[in-house]
């Protein structure tokens, strides 16, 4: 049987960050990590990827040595975990490309888990990690600061823009100030414009929402269900590997309504995190388990976002329902018992408004970007 050694796993990780994400120190916690998800048998795989991250076969062949059916065999087993992708290009030549690292987790806390102890260790784990990643960022926050205004949007609001009450479309006030160029082309701002966009469509559980189920956290708005979606080539991917089901138009949009029912938020990833290709998932994210809501802030966060709430206090009752579904946590009752909003936290995303029973919330339309930090440690 093979053994690896620590140092093995040293270049395997050093591999997976050339990927890209964020790179951290090599840990006791993040070998017994790959010791599951790669495991020794897949480690020469995967430093077939050291000098090219995306190969066909003909080329795999050649930087791995081995024959085509261990190439398939182990291409399987580390697709089934997040470690790599296998889907074919436009020519249709199958590529086999190596995932960042924080894909396994989002891959694996996708699928239907069962309560195995295994798996509880692997939660344990990734909450461990997260922990050193905290660490991480706390030890450099002054240069995170810093360069946080040069960090790129990892993903974007799409908005909800109508009222659950009325069912009538949200009042939408254009800011002259910040008012898109009529030239520039937006991406698309109904979810539902967005799902007609594709004709493969999957579903998957919210992976910050079932690790936190495993580690006895269960989500304040939502039951553990299949809420989070990929689309086109990642819904193939997702779905061939056991990630995710492919599901109708149809099907998604019932998924969709039940989430903004309950409160959660629309975020759309795109290629590359460029926001001007494609998007490739949607994620519905509740405001006490998803890692891009303030309160869960681990790393700094930039979201694209193309509104702003804005609250009619003549309008409003002190209810406090926009409070207590905030994603970011960017509304507060004042003095007068009136909800006021935050600006810098405020992500566009319409739920207050949606969930408002006086219909008192507008969205100011113009293009954005919020960026957090997580609290600063003593």
């Known amino acids: ?61 050649e930087s791995s040595g081995l024959s085509e059916e261990e190439i398939l065999k182990k291409a399987d087993a580390l697709a089934k975990t997040g470690v790599i992708i296998n889907q074919p290009n436009r020519q249709g030549v199958m590529v086999y490309q190596i995932f960042p690292f924080h894909r396994q987790f989002e891959y694996i806390f996708m699928q239907n888990l069962e309560k195995t102890e295994e798996n509880y260790k692997l939660a344990r784990l990734f909450q461990k990690i997260n922990e050193e990643h905290s660490d991480v960022v706390q030890s450099q926050y002054d240069g995170m600061s810093a360069a946080l205004k040069r960090i790129p949007p990892m993903d974007r609001t799409v908005p909800i823009l109508e009222n659950l009450e009325t069912g009538e479309e949200i009042n939408i006030i254009v800011d002259e100030e910040i008012k898109v160029p009529t030239e520039q082309i937006l991406p698309t701002q109904k979810i539902r414009e967005l799902i007609e966009k594709y004709d493969d469509i999957a579903v998957g559980n919210c992976y910050c929402r079932q690790h936190q189920e495993f580690l006895g956290n269960p989500c304040k708005q939502i039951e553990l269900t299949p809420s989070c979606m990929t689309l086109g080539k990642s819904a193939r991917h997702t779905s061939n590997h056991g990630f995710s089901k492919l599901v109708s138009k149809e099907e998604a949009l019932k998924i969709l309504k039940k989430c903004e029912d309950a409160g959660l938020v629309h975020k759309a990833y795109h290629r590359h995190g460029d926001i001007g290709q494609d998007e490739v998932a949607i994620c519905n994210c509740c405001n006490c388990c998803c890692m891009t809501a303030r309160d869960c802030l681990i790393f700094p966060v930039v979201n694209a976002t193309n509104y702003l709430a804005s609250i009619d206090e003549d309008l409003c009752t002190g209810c406090g329902t926009c409070v207590d579904i905030c994603y970011n946590k960017a509304i507060e009752l004042n003095d007068d018992d009136k909800a006021e909003r935050i600006e810098e936290y405020c992500a566009g995303c319409g739920v207050c408004a949606y969930h408002c029973p006086e219909n008192a919330i507008s969205l100011i339309e113009g293009q954005r970007m919020v960026r957090m930090l997580p609290p600063r440690k003593n």
């Not at 395997?12 to 951290?24: E, N, Y």
């Not at 840990?27 to 998800?37: A, P, Q, V, W």
């Open 1 to 61: 049987m093979i053994k690896m050694s620590e140092a093995d796993y040293k270049k395997a990780i050093k591999v997976l960050f050339k990927a890209g994400g964020f790179q951290f120190p090599f840990s006791e916690t993040l070998h017994n990590i790959l010791k599951i998800t790669i495991k020794d048998e897949n480690l020469d795989f995967i430093m077939a990827f050291e000098n090219q991250t995306s190969q066909t076969m003909e080329q795999l062949k």
